[in-house]
């Protein structure tokens, strides 16, 4: 029996060994193919993607109640123009502002007490002094050439031209909402405001949080172009530093370079009609890898893959043949 049984086994490995050995290059084809079409099985197996959180106070305005005097200035800045405008902004501008206001109010309050009427009743009948006319026109000369020179260079940085190899990015303002265009990738996105509930379900700001956000990497340059389809909008998010006209017929394009991941908002920032406080924008700032799996959430591909599956399917196509020519001569 237990002989039977071991004979059988033998026959059983034989009969299998054979099948294989017929089946073999016919394997070997469907092998070939399954690598002519890597494209297809990455969009079949790609990883899905995770949208960010919002963090609290980054990339959105700050409410009074939390903190009144974050909520008076300007956003944390999270590009390096950002970063710059707001160095010039706190450590330049506020205290030349604050020091003149205050010398100014001096003056003022000390002409009213040392020479009122009572105070100087037989006024001065003097008409020039060459020295002091000298310090008035020196001295804000010089404060302006102080502000002159980070200003100019702030002015210049904003109008870097973006690298051939940077990311384009299509931001088109429609009556009431965004489009993003991502003609490298083949994507478009269609970006409508949450209503008051889904915003409160999905843990946003409302009036901020949007159903589709443009996802984009983070320390790339992006070349970010806006448009318009129907009035004049504007594509404006304060912690980006970022805000430029989208003109209908128009094509208007400045470089973002973002330094962290994160989800920063915006608003449309020219009137553009009865729902014009009501198409916020989010961007959605993440490492190129999550990038690239978002890409293929999308139905899109990155630029290099496509050539790099044009190439494979041309290869695939050439040694495909030559495959079952070495399959068929047996025969
Ligand atoms: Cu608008």
């Known amino acids: 029996m237990v002989q039977a049984f071991a004979r059988m086994k033998f026959g059983i490995v034989a009969l299998m060994a054979a099948v294989f050995a017929l089946a073999a290059p016919q394997m070997a084809i ?48 999270y590009t390096a123009d950002g970063e710059y405008a707001l160095w010039m902004h706190d450590w330049i501008l506020m205290p030349v502002i604050t020091l003149i206001s205050l010398f100014v109010l001096g003056l003022l309050l000390y002409v ?16 020039h002094n060459t020295a002091i006319e000298v310090i008035w026109t020196v001295i804000p000369a010089l404060i302006l050439v102080v502000i002159a020179v980070p200003s100019i260079t702030l002015l210049a940085r904003q109008y870097e031209t973006p690298p051939a190899d940077a990311i384009t990015v299509k931001a088109v303002g429609y009556q009431w909402y965004w489009g993003y265009e991502y003609p490298d990738h083949d994507v478009e996105v269609i970006s409508n405001m949450l209503d008051a509930n889904e915003a409160l379900n999905s843990g946003e700001t409302h009036q901020l949080a949007v159903d589709n956000r443009m996802v984009v990497p983070v320390g790339v340059p992006i070349r970010m172009q806006t448009t318009a389809a129907d009035v004049i909008h504007a594509f404006a998010v304060p912690s980006l530093w970022f805000k430029q006209d989208a003109v209908p017929g128009r094509l208007n394009e400045r470089m973002l370079v973002i330094d962290e991941p994160g989800v920063y908002y915006g608003q449309c920032s020219e ?13 959605e700032a993440v490492p190129m890898e999550q990038f690239e799996i978002w890409v293929a959430s999308q139905g899109g591909t990155m630029p290099g893959a496509e050539e790099l599956a044009d190439t494979a399917v041309e290869e695939g196509a050439e040694e495909a043949p030559s495959d079952e020519e070495a399959a068929q001569e047996p025969a």
């Open 30 to 77: 469907a092998q070939d193919a399954a690598d002519v079409a890597p494209v297809e099985e990455a969009a079949d197996a790609a990883p899905t993607y995770q949208s960010l959180e919002p963090v609290e106070d980054k990339g959105m305005p700050t409410s009074f109640e939390s903190n009144p005097w974050k909520s008076m200035t300007f956003q944390d800045q």
């Open 271 to 283: 009137l553009c009609g009865s729902l014009h406080g009501y198409m916020p924008i989010a961007v």
């Open 112 to 127: 009213v007490v040392r020479f009122n009427r009572k105070a100087n009743p037989v006024a001065s009948k003097t008409t």
